[in-house]
């Protein structure tokens, strides 16, 4: 079964920093492109930050841009999300998500998702 396992959320004050991790497992993850998604209430998701693990490229929402720093750990089948200097609007319940094909990804859509972790970043 494919499983995307995100962690690392949490309650942090602004300017503090914070890591997500995603933990894959049941398909062959150095094949695959993964992206951080994020929905706020109220809100359309939109990408945080996607990597291509076919050719190591990254992509970041203007919005984090300088502040979040996205990473692969291909031995351990894990993505990572730095993220330094939240801001109160960083708030948002996070996903990761999977796909083979990196332009799905950039659609919002993807064919594995994660359950999601809290980031709550209070002023």
């Known amino acids: 079964d494919v499983q995307l396992q995100a962690s690392g959320g949490g309650l942090v004050q602004a300017g503090e920093s914070l890591r997500l991790s995603c933990a894959a497992s049941?398909?062959?993850?150095?094949?695959?492109?993964i992206g951080w998604f994020r929905q706020a209430p109220g809100k359309e998701r939109e990408a945080v930050s996607i990597?291509?693990?076919?050719?190591?490229?990254?992509y970041y929402a203007d919005s984090v841009k300088g502040r979040f720093t996205m990473s692969s750990d291909n031995a351990k089948n894990t993505v990572y999300l730095q993220m330094n200097s939240v801001k109160p609007e960083d708030t948002s319940v996070y996903y990761c998500a999977a796909d083979a094909v990196l332009n799905i990804l950039y659609t919002g859509r993807g064919t594995y998702w994660g359950q999601g972790t809290q980031v709550t970043v209070s002023s």
């Open positions: 049941g398909f062959t993850f150095d094949e695959y492109a």
């Open positions: 990597i291509s693990n076919t050719d190591g490229s990254i």
